[in-house]
């Protein structure tokens, strides 16, 4: 676990991430993150963004529903 202190930034408050936790999370500048809400009540701070993840599964199903018709594109 990491400790993080919540400290002023300009007219707002913050955190500055670690290099060790920026490392990990394969982070640069200017990249984004989401914060998400657990079932729990708990919160989750990630680079990986559910509405893209929802975007990709439907397209996934749409692939493998219209295969045969991309494989003739394809081509």
Request: glycine share 6%; hydrophobic share 40%.
């Given at each position: ?10 007219n707002s408050?913050g955190?500055v ?8 999370l394969?982070l ?5 993150l989401?914060?998400?809400e657990?079932?729990?009540?708990s ?5 990986y ?11 996934q199903?749409?692939?493998g ?8 594109l394809?081509?």
């Open positions: 676990m990491t400790q993080l202190k919540v400290r002023p930034f300009g408050l955190v991430l670690p290099k060790d936790v920026l490392a990990r394969k640069r500048s200017g990249d984004s989401h914060l998400t657990a079932p729990d009540g919160m989750r701070i990630t680079p963004d559910p509405a893209f993840e929802a975007q990709m599964r439907l397209a199903e749409g692939m529903k219209f295969r045969n018709a991309l494989r003739k394809a081509k």
